[in-house]
């Protein structure tokens, strides 16, 4: 089955540790994002990539960092300089910038 | 700064009620809108892409249509499978191109 793994689906981090939460996709896509999600707000964009060994900021990338070494790999490090890191986040990823973006089932941060 | 509103913010029908969800949005110069389905805990699921004002699409009980400021997701003799959020997004012709997503709408269906 295509599609794209986020993992795990729930995590807990103690106040200033970091944690990478994992996002594999196996449909060969160019595009690769990470979105938060919280409650009563959209879906803000974190980071972007649309190649390999290239990535970009997006609305609200203070306290995140990523990497794409792999097309089908985009790991998404939460820092402890991120300030409210509790949240949903999203992986998704789309054959081009501008298609349609398909999403995985997501990974519920904890901070404890 | 590219807007996405959608309305109402809940909707609850009965079981075969027709219905409509709004989305209207600002942006300078419209590429795309998306439409997907959210399930509690997890990812949205893509159902349309529209392009142009004027354009129509269909899958099942729903049909997404869009003019120049706004689109409506018509949802024919819901049944309780088809509760869900439902998010809107939009995509700029040029320049910053992000997705821009709306708050969503909840629905449910009342068996």
């Known amino acids: 089955d295509g599609g794209i793994t986020q993992s795990p689906k729930y995590l807990f981090r103690k106040e200033g540790q970091n944690v990478t939460l994992s996002c594999e996709q196996n449909?060969?896509?160019?595009?690769m994002y990470w979105y938060r999600q919280d409650p009563g707000q959209g879906l803000r964009l974190i980071y972007y990539?649309?190649?390999?060994?290239?990535?970009q900021k997006g609305d609200i990338a203070e306290g995140y960092s990523v990497s794409r070494e792999k097309k089908e790999s985009f790991p998404l490090t939460v820092t402890s300089a991120q300030k409210n890191p509790t949240a949903f986040y999203l992986c998704?990823?789309?054959?081009?910038?501008?298609?349609?973006?398909?999403f995985g089932q997501g990974t519920r941060l904890t901070v404890v | 700064e590219d807007q996405v509103t959608q309305s109402p913010e809940a909707l609850r029908l009965q079981e075969g009620e027709s219905s409509s969800l709004n989305c209207s949005y600002t942006?300078?110069?419209?590429?795309?809108l998306f439409w997907y389905r959210q399930d509690p805990g997890k990812g949205p699921e893509f159902l349309f892409t529209?392009?142009?004002a004027g354009e129509e699409k269909e899958k099942e009980r729903l049909k997404a249509t869009l003019t120049k400021k706004e689109s409506f997701l018509h949802i024919t003799a819901p049944k309780p499978e088809d509760s869900a959020t439902y998010l809107c997004?939009?995509?700029?012709?040029?320049?910053?191109?992000?997705?821009?997503f709306g708050t969503g709408t909840r629905l449910t269906i009342i068996p």
């Open positions: 990539s649309q190649i390999v060994n290239d990535f």
């Open positions: 997004a939009v995509l700029r012709n040029f320049g910053n191109e992000k997705l821009t």
């Open positions: 529209l392009y142009s």
């Open positions: 942006v300078s110069g419209l590429r795309g």
């Open positions: 449909l060969n896509h160019d595009a």
């Open positions: 998704a990823s789309s054959q081009n910038r501008g298609d349609e973006a398909f």
